[in-house]
């Protein structure tokens, strides 16, 4: 595929999964002038990609439009081959499974030359199984994300004294070799952070909690960009 082809596609792509794109953020991403930008966009239209908008307030793919199979660049291959390999290490058992039939579905779909870069991609990622117990904690911790459950959890801290609390977990980020918990904390009434290989027992309550503007992932993240903090470092972990 010559490289104009290639741009082509990404710009549909890009459309695809923005409400809008502006040519100075199309032309950023491509590395190419806002210029070849509008000439590619025209193209577009009259080739009959329904694109609509015009320069200066930008653009936006009408729904309903589809586009022939999946076509990747050969680094787009191996990052989603590194990123597969990743979860399948440091991911629980069930986000795992779902990467490794996940993995089998890409490569169903690559052309040979495509499928022959995954199949060469020396990206790995070596389970040496340090933090077995993570693996099931990960588990039990992604669930109740999605289903708002209230856990209690038992939690040796960073100077060997545990506590044990309700929770409500918000979301779980990856730091080396190290997965935090951010939850909502009922004893601390504040956002607190855990590290699941510190995690000493998990059992959910029976109970749920609704998320709110104060009270979410979001607003903890944003806490976090505001102080310039770590999510561990915001308060100490598991006090």
Not at 15 to 41: F, H, K, M, P, Q
Not at 117 to 142: G, M
Not at 156 to 172: A, F, M, W
Not at 191 to 211: K, Q
């Amino acid at each position: 595929m010559s490289r104009r082809a290639d741009r082509l596609f990404q710009i549909v792509q890009i459309l695809r999964g923005r409400r809008i794109s502006t040519a100075a953020l199309l032309a950023e991403r491509l590395e190419v002038s806002e210029r070849t930008i509008y000439r590619d966009i025209r193209d577009l239209s009259l080739s009959g990609v329904p694109i609509e908008g015009e320069a200066g307030c930008g653009y936006r793919l009408l729904p309903g439009y589809d586009l022939p199979p999946l076509m990747f660049t050969a680094n787009e291959v191996e990052a989603l081959v590194a990123a597969i390999r990743l979860l399948q290490t440091w991911s629980g058992e069930m986000l795992a499974q779902a990467a490794g039939t996940a993995e089998e579905k890409l490569l169903g779909v690559l052309t040979p030359q495509r499928r022959a870069v995954a199949e060469r991609c020396r990206i790995l990622s070596p389970d040496f199984n340090k933090y077995p117990q993570v693996k099931t904690w990960f588990d039990v911790f992604h669930r109740a994300i999605g289903q708002l459950q209230v856990l209690r959890i038992d939690y040796e801290d960073h100077k060997g004294k545990v506590s044990s609390r309700n929770i409500h977990p918000l979301g779980l980020t990856f730091w080396g070799e190290v997965w935090l918990l951010v939850a909502w904390c009922e004893t601390r009434e504040d956002y607190r952070s855990f590290r699941l290989d510190r995690c000493l027992s998990v059992a959910p309550t029976g109970l749920h909690f609704s998320e709110r503007p104060d009270h979410s992932l979001n607003h903890f993240i944003q806490l976090q960009e505001n102080e310039g903090c770590l999510p561990e470092t915001k308060k100490p972990t598991g006090k």
